[in-house]
């Protein structure tokens, strides 16, 4: 009856090598499962996009934007159907497989130096909790093309680096190692 697309190839600077297999994965997998969706009678779909998808500047995030743009079409696309489909958008999930606040964790307690693509840089971050408060919201609600977006505090990177360096007790240095290829200050 309802399918959730979480699936997609995530790591911006992994994506700006492999483009090809992000189109086929973001956006070729995103119609997929939208034929899928048709072709099985489900009622609703609810696709997970990135905050990156927003006057994108990253392979990532450009196939994540054009996803989207499939997922809102798809509603029209079933033409008398009963079918809806919408996104949901949020930024970073805490906690997650290779998450600052995981990568961080690790520098420190290894007595590494925490690595800071730049003291400047911002990003907007929402625990699994949330993000499945979304989700939810978002099926209770949703008549079909709509982004739902979460309202999420913006944290500037090298104030959380402090921070898990003052909590650790840690005397890693912080090194600022540049941007890597796709990624921007601000999302």
């Excluded at 119609?31 to 996009?49: D, M, T």
């Excluded at 159907?81 to 970073?92: E, H, L």
């Excluded at 939810?136 to 913006?154: D, Q």
């Amino acid at each position: 009856d309802v399918v959730f697309h979480c699936a997609a190839l995530k790591h911006v600077e992994l994506s700006e090598y492999n483009p090809f297999e992000v189109l086929k994965t973001n956006v070729e997998g995103t119609h997929n499962v939208v034929e899928a969706c048709l072709n099985n009678n489900v009622k609703k779909l609810i696709f997970a996009s990135s905050d990156k998808a927003v006057n994108p500047s990253s392979t990532m995030g450009a196939s994540k934007l054009l996803a989207e743009r499939i997922i809102i079409s798809s509603s029209s696309y079933a033409g008398s159907s009963s079918f809806k489909s919408a996104c949901v958008r949020f930024g970073n999930v805490w906690d997650t497989a290779g998450s600052v606040g995981k990568i961080f964790k690790t520098q420190v307690k290894s007595g590494l130096p925490i690595t800071l693509t730049s003291s400047k840089m911002t990003r907007f971050f929402i625990t699994i909790e949330k993000a499945l408060d979304l989700f939810e919201y978002a099926l209770s609600t949703m008549n079909g093309g709509e982004i739902f977006i979460s309202n999420m505090g913006v944290l500037r990177i090298d104030n959380l680096a402090k921070s898990f360096k003052n909590y650790f007790k840690s005397s890693s240095e912080i090194k600022i190692i540049g941007s890597k290829p796709g990624e921007k200050l601000f999302e």
